[in-house]
C-alpha cells in the first residue's frame, strides 16, 4: 500500500487548505482512513478519521473546523481545514487501517494503523 499526501503549504490564520491523501496497492473503499498530526517537539496526535461507511470522528481540536471525506472511485481521502489556527501548525500524515473498528478510541490510536504516507507540512501564521 502506497500513500501520498498533498495540499500542504502555509496560510494566514483563518484561511483554509484542502488535504489530499491518494491511496494505491489495495481496494480502498474498504478501509478505515485517518488523519494526524506531529507539530515540532510533540507526539503525533489523532486529527480525524473515516470509517468504511463514511462515518466520521474528530478530535475535539478540529470539530467543527475540519471535514474529513473520501472519493471511493478516486482511491482518494481528503481533510479540509477551515479557521486554521497557528495551533494547528504541523506535519499531517494520512493512515489506513487494515482492521475494522467501531469505536473512537482504537481510531484514535496511532498503533491501529498498518499504513502511512510520508507527511505533508502546514504552517498557519498568525
Known amino acids: 500500500v502506497r500513500l501520498v499526501e498533498s495540499g500542504g503549504g502555509l496560510v494566514q490564520a483563518g484561511g483554509s487548505l484542502r488535504l489530499s491523501c491518494a491511496a494505491s496497492?489495495?481496494?480502498?473503499?474498504?478501509?478505515?482512513m485517518g488523519w494526524f498530526r506531529q507539530a515540532p517537539g510533540k507526539e503525533r496526535e489523532f486529527v480525524a478519521a473515516?470509517?468504511?461507511?463514511?462515518?466520521?470522528y474528530y478530535a475535539d481540536s478540529v470539530q467543527g473546523r475540519f471535514t474529513i471525506s473520501r472519493d471511493n472511485a478516486k482511491n482518494t481521502m481528503y481533510l479540509q481545514m477551515n479557521s486554521l489556527k497557528p495551533e494547528d501548525t504541523a506535519v499531517y500524515y494520512c493512515?489506513?487501517?487494515?482492521?475494522?473498528?467501531?469505536?473512537?478510541?482504537?481510531?484514535?490510536?496511532?498503533?491501529?494503523?498498518?499504513?502511512w504516507g510520508q507527511g505533508t507540512q502546514v504552517s498557519v501564521s498568525s
Open positions: 493512515a489506513l487501517a487494515l482492521n475494522y473498528y467501531r469505536d473512537y478510541v482504537t481510531m484514535a490510536r496511532s498503533l491501529s494503523y498498518d499504513y
Open positions: 496497492g489495495r481496494t480502498f473503499s474498504i478501509y478505515t
Open positions: 473515516i470509517r468504511q461507511n463514511s462515518r466520521t
